[in-house]
């Protein structure tokens, strides 16, 4: 019977876990390293070991209405895209509102995670934390590792011969925070990723020159869609996936790419992807096309050799007098306070979770991990239904006996309303259009062609809230406001 929970990390979903496991009557302790909510949101001048790190300029590449928790609008006259400054007040609104602060030790980090000698039978943990140099140990029925995975550096040093003989400086994008101080400088930014872009653009401002190089391309997205809308709410809709499902996949290919190249061609600005149907998660910038016309940003293929002052170009072209290089090479995954690290598999930046939640080689299922699943849709509610799913599965409600063999091993990347689908369905929150076109055919019109906002996984079955369809039939107003 699972009672005590922990839940490491007091980010987006480290919340939204405390607050299920609340409203499902289990008792949550949230351990938290630093002093504040917010985790990745949570902006500080210098990179801290151990934490998530931001520069000074984020903005949401999600908008509000389709990014909120699903019982819990953001305010009528905030923007559509929000600066980072301003989710993080969002957040700790959040906890405030649904007092979930008393649940949370600040200040304490976890430092090991394992299982009591009697698991196959009991399925508990012993959770040992350090807070003011004091080690406790408290045994637990089930933990939440809601860490996420923007936390541990990838810099692949290894791959980049000659760069210990560069002259210059080089860093990860992890240690940026602002341009200022690499005004006059030749930057040279490798990876086509949102950290890639945002810096380069930025940088594009101060620097004398800036190279972005690519090993593979990627689509890259404005944020401001047809007519000026949101992307994600004229984009993500049930009413697309269920089209994109049942078509060929040569003509959804097909459409898909005209899509991406709808606002200008990418392969005329040197940012077409290598696969170009492949469905990764695009770029989000409405800057980059400009700044490349511009001739402020210079596109550059994969880096083939780093010499003392000049770098080497798998095309042949060399650039001379670089000064700074950074490398916005992303994340891995690590999970450093298990003591057992077979338990979450992580390998080539895949890792191997039942429904992108569950380890599948625990006796019991009484581990959770939160956040990791990367789709063409916003973390926040993922997040937050993939705890409601999780919560359901520690009181045993339901999973099936052979749940061990339906893992899936994974780059975490899947599509969005397809995979929130399928956890709503199991925990009987997925709405019933057919039944909604009979009782409420208005709302249903909304929920079908209509933006899949977090708000539809409210609208019946346990967690119901009694805002959820005036929410929905009023989104489009709060975006124009």
Not at 453 to 469: D, E, H, I, M, T
Request: aromatic share 12%; with cysteine.
């Amino acid at each position: 019977m699972v009672r005590r929970v922990a839940v490491v990390g007091a980010g987006v979903s480290g919340l939204a876990a405390t607050k299920c496991c609340l409203e499902e009557g289990l008792e949550p302790t949230c351990f938290e390293q630093s002093e504040n909510v917010g985790g990745l949101w949570h902006y500080t001048d210098q990179a801290e070991e151990g934490r998530a790190s931001i520069y000074r300029t984020v903005f949401t590449n999600s908008c509000k209405e389709m990014m909120c928790y699903s019982d819990f609008p953001f305010p009528d006259d905030h923007p559509n895209y929000m600066h980072n400054t301003r989710l993080q007040h969002y957040i700790c609104k959040y906890a405030e509102h649904f007092d979930l602060l008393r649940h949370i030790r600040f200040k304490t980090l976890v430092t090991k995670v394992k299982k009591r000698p009697d698991f196959s039978v009991t399925g508990q943990w012993e959770v040992v934390t350090r807070r003011d140099g004091k080690e406790e140990t408290a045994v637990f029925d089930a933990v939440m590792v809601c860490s996420g995975h923007h936390v541990y550096p990838n810099l692949p040093l290894a791959e980049f011969p000659g760069i210990q003989k560069f002259k210059g400086c080089y860093f990860h994008s992890r240690e940026y925070k602002e341009p200022e101080k690499f005004r006059g400088k030749k930057v040279l930014v490798i990876g086509l990723g949102n950290s890639g872009c945002d810096i380069a653009v930025e940088l594009s401002t101060v620097a004398s020159q800036v190279y972005l190089s690519s090993r593979s391309g990627s689509w890259v997205m404005s944020r401001v869609w047809d007519n000026g809308y949101p992307w994600d709410m004229l984009v993500i809709t049930r009413f697309r996936t269920w089209l994109g499902n049942i078509l060929p996949r040569a003509i959804s290919d097909w459409l898909y790419v005209r899509g991406m190249n709808r606002f200008f061609k990418h392969e005329n600005f040197g940012l077409m992807p290598l696969d170009r149907t492949s469905r990764k998660e695009p770029v989000f910038n409405d800057d980059l096309p400009s700044r490349i016309a511009c001739g402020v940003v210079v596109m550059k293929p994969n880096v083939k050799e780093f010499r003392e002052t000049s770098v080497l170009f798998q095309d042949g072209t060399v650039q001379d007098d670089v000064d700074v290089v950074v490398f916005a090479t992303g994340y891995g995954y690590s999970y450093p306070f298990m003591e057992d690290d077979s338990i979450i598999k992580c390998r080539d930046s895949q890792v191997t979770l039942y429904k992108g939640i569950v380890p599948p080689r625990l006796e019991k299922p009484t581990m959770a991990v939160i956040g990791l699943v990367q789709s063409l849709g916003p973390i926040i509610p993922t997040a937050d239904l993939q705890c409601r799913w999780a919560v359901k599965v520690f009181q045993g409600r339901w999973l099936g006996k052979c749940w061990v063999k339906d893992y899936f091993l994974t780059t975490l990347q899947t599509d969005y309303i397809t995979y929130m689908d399928e956890l709503a369905s199991a925990i009987g929150v997925k709405p019933n259009v057919l039944k909604l076109l009979l009782t409420d055919p208005q709302l249903a019109l909304k929920v079908v062609f209509g933006p899949c906002s977090p708000y539809q996984f409210r609208l019946v079955g346990p967690g119901k809230w009694s805002g959820a369809r005036k929410a929905i039939l009023t989104q489009w107003d709060r975006t124009l406001q």
